[in-house]
């Protein structure tokens, strides 16, 4: 269907789209069996110009917004997931500078990563803080001119590869909500390591580990915006980077219905391609309306997120919510319609479906965002006037 | 170092069938692609400007959908293009094709090295790349698969070419001509800002008059080859088919080839 | 050349358009008109009931006083390379047709011995340049002494093989001579009415075969890849006449310099030498494929061989690749595993001499070429051929 894209808008998705398909997918797979992080192909979307699309032109971006990065991010997926999940969180690993570092900050860091010649990756979760992101304890004290940070970070995407880091930690437990700052930590930091890489049961390819804080110290400039603003820049983050993993899944959810469709028109039984049965059909049916209404949903918010609105957390998590859910059955039923072949790795579809798991959960569980959408939900209705 | 790339427009060669009714070229919703090898020479021209800084300028002689095929090399990274078209170029063979583009060339002004793909794969002749040097007058080497190494300062290359038993490392002046082939490296991916360009760089077109072309050269007039007749190959193949379990078709292959004498008994 | 319509004479009657191969003609207001596709092939002109149609074809100036038929025989390293043989048989045939001498023309360095070998293989005459700095194969001095050889002597009809030393300079010898020249030509006869060669080689890929003339240049100049012609009868003692071509009197100035010329064994894969060729496609599914394959190629006393597909996944390198953008190859049996028989992939060896194709897809296109096809799984099948053609 034709979303009505600009110029500018075709080109990205053309460029990405040729990227994936001469660049990634003859890698996936071997990416995914062998655990390799996709340094290669992350290169070629750099060289592309594709890591800054949503990056000012002032620090060597393209300008675009949150839209055009999920058109990119999209056709990536489509082909593979674990290489999307590299690719994307760059995006989430910088949008904390984006949004509440300093002009110095942003020219600093920004053109280093809108070239892609650095990666970036988002520390929050730990052991103690998943969906409970005020349970985080890594402490970051101020000492002189620097701060010095302990604890650890669990699950970070990007860890090890990444030079540049956003960790938000505790500088004032008692300040409740206004005891969390982030800070820019970058490799080679004194005392930042990095922990082992996770074993996963998908985007294998996505290097994901512990980032470990001891004693380490970063110069006081180092802070993002000013202290007790952390809570406060997650928030804002998730509400951009939510549309992308919208995208990422709509992405995944087209590349895995493609599959069930050209599998079912060549799959012989019982005399003839077995999409000419109905429960098949309707099977491709029902996927294939899912996938371009997440399509449709991802897009609208992007472009509402782009056009600066104000109360965005409600649609944004719609645009993760709907779309991984979705992502998730649908990558389940093409497994289902390959059948036996479906479940052989030797075809893509039960690597879709394994990727698709994670959607689900990372950038806040489909529990929380329905805790997101319901509490704006309680918040937009109260205020509107009685009649 | 500034660099010239030759390529040529072709049809997406999967596609193009004779009408048996008519005995004619199927030439319609035939899609049109750059000649895969032509990218490998474009990608050998930006290596080449990427370590020695320079212009890549790309030239093809065609229809004027040609244009196309520039400006999805402009993508790529190719700084500069020019299309050769005219009425009377067409049916060029390989020979006036040589000329014609040697007169474009003069036309581009000084360069340190052209760079052909191997071969066309409608024409797959090889034909164009050592014409072209000839009638150039330059140095030539076919089938690089290797810049060992490139000195602009003091005008010479050494390079590695593919024979078919090995290879030959060849030391030539510049400037040069050669053909590359596939093993001269992965081709890179074109860039957003590479579409921009693309889209809006003016394509300049040259005619015969432009380029001061003898009318006697070119085209099909100026062509010392014609083709005088198309046809559909002889379909080949007995199709014989060998049907049974696994084990039994073995056997009857076995069998079979046996007959043919092809395996001993 | 040109061709004029008359419209005096037209009735348009429509037999041009009919017969037309290239879609050149046209009825417009009532009388026939040729667009940019018109070849001068001259079918419609022959076809035309009224004669409106006229060709004028221009008269060679180079095209008399050209006699004889010449191979250039390739050698490497001291041998003489098989394509020269092949190509000897088919230049006696035609050498024969025309009623003109055969001659063999070679270049090298510490070469005595292999005049005779031409001879005994059907060269009249052999012309022969010795000299150290033909030992390896440069453009400049092999191109230059052979286009000045060919000024000097005028043969109307020079091939040479369409290897990768003949493809890189006998381009540049037609260029210099200012005729034309018809690559990998698959057939080569010579048309009676007016002694021209007729060249036949497939051009789209090996979806259309297409016959050349060059009728007004001299010598009409041809390639041949190695397989495609069969060498002639060989008479030991057989003798001609020897003709010694003193390179440094000639002055042809070389400007490339072959610094090592390197035979590379690792990668050696005979697949143009090779009588059979087992290959392996994207219906493997994986590189052990190739290893299986490897097994029956052993038990066969063949080479292996890829399709563009296979390499390109990196289940095997690049040499073993077969097909459009690999190497051509015509060995007495060939077997397709796996390979769907894309027309890139058929273009590369459909001149084997008996094909066999193994593919699950009874609709795969290499059943069309194959002289025996088998329906089912390559990892059924060549097992069960490995154990029964054990010991």
């Known amino acids: 269907m034709d979303y009505f894209l600009t110029e500018e808008q075709l080109m990205i998705q053309d460029l990405a789209r040729q990227i994936a398909e001469e660049k990634v997918l003859p890698v996936r797979a071997e990416l995914d069996e062998t655990e390799t992080f996709p340094a290669e192909v992350l290169k070629h979307l750099a060289a592309a110009d594709l890591f800054g699309l949503n990056v000012p032109e002032a620090y060597g971006g393209m300008g675009l917004g949150g839209f055009e990065h999920a058109l990119a991010v999209e056709q990536v997926a489509r082909v593979c997931a674990g290489v999307a999940t590299a690719y994307a969180a760059t995006g989430l690993g910088s949008y904390p500078i984006m949004l509440g570092g300093s002009e110095d900050m942003k020219q600093r860091y920004m053109t280093r990563v809108a070239s892609g010649e650095s990666l970036a990756a988002f520390g929050l979760t730990e052991s103690t803080a998943g969906s409970d992101a005020s349970g985080i304890q890594t402490r970051a004290e101020r000492v002189g001119d620097d701060y010095v940070l302990n604890g650890t970070k669990q699950w970070i995407t990007n860890a090890g590869e990444a030079d540049v880091y956003s960790v938000i930690a505790l500088t004032d437990p008692t300040r409740g909500p206004r005891g969390a700052s982030f800070f820019v930590v970058e490799k080679g930091d004194p005392g930042f390591t990095f922990g082992k890489l996770e074993k996963k049961m998908g985007i294998r390819c996505s290097a994901t580990g512990e980032l470990i804080f001891s004693n380490c110290r970063i110069p006081a400039d180092r802070v993002i915006g000013k202290e007790g603003m952390g809570f406060i820049l997650a928030m804002r983050t998730f509400d951009k980077s939510r549309p992308g993993v919208g995208a990422q899944a709509v992405g995944l959810a087209q590349g895995a219905l493609e599959a069930a469709v050209n599998y079912a028109r060549e799959r012989v039984q019982f005399g003839h391609p077995i999409i000419g049965f109905q429960a098949v059909q309707h099977m491709l049916a029902d996927m294939a309306v899912q996938v371009e209404a997440g399509r449709a949903l991802v897009y609208a918010v992007a472009r509402f997120v782009d056009s600066g609105a104000k109360d965005v957390s409600k649609v944004s998590a719609m645009a993760k919510l709907f779309p991984t859910d979705m992502a998730m059955k649908v990558t389940t039923d093409a497994v289902q319609v390959l059948g036996g072949s479906g479940y052989m790795r030797e075809y893509p579809v039960e690597k879709m479906m394994r990727d698709a798991k994670i959607l689900q959960i990372y950038e806040a569980t489909k529990q929380i965002q329905r805790n997101i959408i319901g509490q704006e939900l309680n918040k937009e209705f109260g205020r509107r006037k009685k009649a | 170092m500034d660099v010239i790339v030759c390529i040529k427009q072709v049809p997406d060669t999967r596609h193009v069938r004779l009408d048996p009714e008519t005995n004619t070229l199927k030439r319609e919703g035939v899609e049109s692609m750059v000649n895969p090898f032509d990218m490998y020479a474009i990608e050998t021209a930006l290596r080449l400007k990427d370590e020695f800084g320079g212009t890549v300028t790309a030239l093809t002689m065609g229809p004027p959908q040609a244009e196309a095929a520039l400006r999805q090399v402009v993508e790529y990274g190719v700084d500069r293009v020019a299309l050769l078209s005219d009425r009377a170029f067409a049916g060029a063979d390989t020979w006036a094709t040589g000329y014609t583009l040697a007169k474009g060339v003069e036309k581009l002004g000084a360069f340190d090295l052209i760079v052909c793909g191997k071969q066309a794969v409608d024409g797959d002749t090889a034909q164009v790349g050592p014409g072209l040097a000839e009638r150039l007058g330059l140095p030539f080497v076919a089938f690089v698969r290797r810049l060992v190494q490139v000195d602009p300062q003091s005008r010479s290359m050494t390079v590695e070419r593919l024979m078919d038993d090995g290879y030959d490392v060849v030391e030539t002046p510049l400037p040069a001509l050669i053909t590359v082939v596939k093993e001269i490296g992965e081709i890179r991916v074109p860039s957003l800002k590479g579409k921009m360009k693309a889209k809006k760089i003016e394509v300049p077109v040259y005619g015969a008059a432009e380029l001061g072309a003898d009318p006697d050269s070119l085209g099909l007039a100026g062509s010392p080859t014609r083709v005088v007749e198309v046809f559909a190959p002889k379909p080949r193949g007995n199709r014989v088919r060998l049907e049974g379990s696994p084990e039994e078709q073995a056997d009857r292959l076995i069998e079979a080839l046996r007959g043919d004498k092809l395996i001993a008994n | ?391």
Request: proline residues 5%.
């Open chain 3, 1 to 391: 050349m040109s061709l004029t319509i008359d419209t005096e004479l037209c009735t348009a009657c429509e037999a041009c358009v009919d017969t037309c191969p290239f879609g050149a003609v046209e009825i417009v207001d009532q009388a026939a008109r040729v667009n940019e596709k018109c070849n001068l092939c001259g079918a419609c002109e022959e076809v035309c009931p009224t004669g409106a149609i006229r060709i004028e074809r221009k008269t060679g100036p180079a095209a008399e006083g050209h006699r004889g038929v010449w191979v250039f025989a390739e050698q490497r390293r001291g041998r003489l390379a098989g394509v020269a043989f092949e190509l000897l048989g088919e230049g006696r045939r035609l050498a024969d047709r025309l009623g003109v001498p055969l001659a063999a023309i070679l270049f090298g360095y510490g070469l005595d011995g292999r005049a005779a070998d031409l001879f005994a293989a059907g060269a009249d005459q052999v012309i022969l340049a010795d000299h150290p700095d033909l030992e390896g194969f440069t453009d400049d001095l092999y191109g230059g002494l052979l286009a000045g050889l060919a000024r000097e002597y005028r043969p109307e009809i020079m091939l040479c093989g369409a290897t990768s030393l003949g493809r890189s300079f006998f381009p540049k010898v037609a260029s210099a001579l200012n005729t034309g020249l018809t690559a990998d030509c698959t057939g080569l006869d010579i048309r009676d009415e007016d002694r021209l060669l007729l060249q036949t080689r497939p051009a789209f890929g090996g979806n259309i075969m297409a016959t050349i003339l060059c009728p007004a240049h001299r010598p009409q100049m041809a390639t041949v890849r190695p397989k495609v012609m069969k060498p002639g009868p060989v008479v030991e003692g057989r003798s001609g006449e020897l003709i010694q071509v003193d390179l440094e009197a000639r002055g042809i100035a070389g400007r490339t310099r072959l610094l090592e010329s390197v035979e590379d064994l690792t990668e050696k894969v005979n697949l143009a030498e090779a009588d059979v060729i087992v290959s392996g496609g994207r219906g493997l599914a994986s590189a052990k494929g190739f290893e299986l394959l490897g097994q029956l190629a052993e038990r066969l006393g063949g080479a292996l061989g890829a399709s563009r597909g296979a390499v390109d996944a990196g289940w095997i390198s690049y040499p073993h690749q077969v097909g459009q953008t690999g190497r051509t190859v015509s060995p007495k049996l060939y077997l397709a595993c796996g390979i769907s028989g894309a027309v890139q992939h058929l273009v590369g060896m459909q001149s084997s001499d008996v094909i066999v194709a193994i593919n699950n897809d009874p609709g795969a296109p290499i059943f069309d070429v194959a002289d025996y096809g088998l329906v089912g799984d390559v990892y059924e099948i060549v097992p069960a051929l490995i154990r029964r053609l054990q010991g």
